[in-house]
C-alpha cells in the first residue's frame, strides 16, 4: 500500500481556500475536517462549503465528520462525491451499517478513534472498512502535539489487518511532523494527517515530499512511495 499525505485544511486560510488547495496539489487527498461544535467543542463547515471544496479542489477529499447523528449525515458527503468518509464509532448507532451505506454510495469507508477509544470492538470487523483513523491527538484543533500514547493501539490494529490479510488503511491524524511521521510510520500507519506541518511552510509542496519521503522510509521494509493514489 502506498503512502499517502494528506493535510488537513483546518491549518489553511479558509477565506482563501481555493488558492491554499492549489498550493497542496502535490498531495494525495485533501483532508477536510467537518466539526459541529457538539461532537468535539469546535466548529468549521459542513455539506455546502465541502461541496464547494469538491467542486474546485485539484485532489481527492478525505471528509473526516466529527460530528454527532452522523448516520443521518454522513451519506450527504458520500453523495457530494468524497472519495473518503471516515466518522468517529460513538456517533454512529451502528458503523458497520453506516460503513455500507458509503460504500454503497461510491465512498470508501473509514471508522476513527479516539485516543481513549479501544480498537478491541472492531478488530473482527475490519473487512467492512476501507480505513481506520487513530487520533493521535483529541479530536477538535489543529497544532497540538502528538500523543505517544496512542502507538500501541496502532500497532494493535495493523497487526489484525496484516494476519487477516486485508486492504485497510491505517490513518493518523494530529500532531504528525517532521519529527513524529516516522513513529507512526513504524507502528504501522500508511496515511498521514498533516495541518500546521504542511500549510506552517514556506513551500508547502516540498514539505509534503519531505514527509512522504521521511514516512516511505521507515514503513515496514521500507516502503517506497509511488505517489498519488496508487494502491
Ligand atoms: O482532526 C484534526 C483535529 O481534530 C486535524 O486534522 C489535526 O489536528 C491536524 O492538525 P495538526 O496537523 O495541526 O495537528
Known sequence: MTTRINPSILAA?????????????????????????????NL?????MVGRIQDVSPIP??????ISDVDRWGP???ELGAASV??????????????????????????????????????????????????T????????????????????VSEAVRAAGLDVRLQVDGGISLDT?????????????????VFGADVPADRI??????AAAHRHGGEQSTGRLGA
Open 209 to 214: 515530499a519531505a514527509l512522504r519521503d521521511l
Open 44 to 48: 468549521t463547515f459542513g455539506p455546502q
Open 181 to 197: 511521521i516516522g513513529i507512526a510510520a513504524e507502528a504501522g500507519a500508511d496515511t498521514f494527517v498533516a495541518g500546521s506541518a
Open 61 to 66: 477529499l478525505d471528509v473526516h465528520l466529527m
Open 137 to 156: 491527538v483529541e479530536p477538535g484543533f489543529g497544532g497540538q502535539s502528538f500523543m505517544h500514547d496512542t502507538m500501541p493501539k496502532l500497532r494493535r
Open 13 to 41: 486560510d479558509f477565506v482563501n481556500l481555493e488558492a491554499e488547495l492549489a498550493r497542496i496539489a502535490s498531495a494525495d487527498l485533501v483532508h477536510v475536517d467537518v466539526m459541529d461544535n457538539h461532537f468535539v467543542p
Open 86 to 135: 471516515t466518522f468517529h464509532v460513538e456517533a454512529s448507532d451502528d458503523p458497520v451499517a453506516l460503513a455500507r451505506r458509503l460504500r454503497s454510495i461510491g465512498a470508501l469507508a473509514g471508522i476513527a478513534l479516539k485516543p481513549g477509544t479501544e480498537a478491541d470492538a472492531y478488530l473482527d470487523v475490519l473487512d467492512e472498512f476501507d480505513q481506520v483513523l487513530i487520533m
Open 76 to 78: 450527504g458527503y458520500a
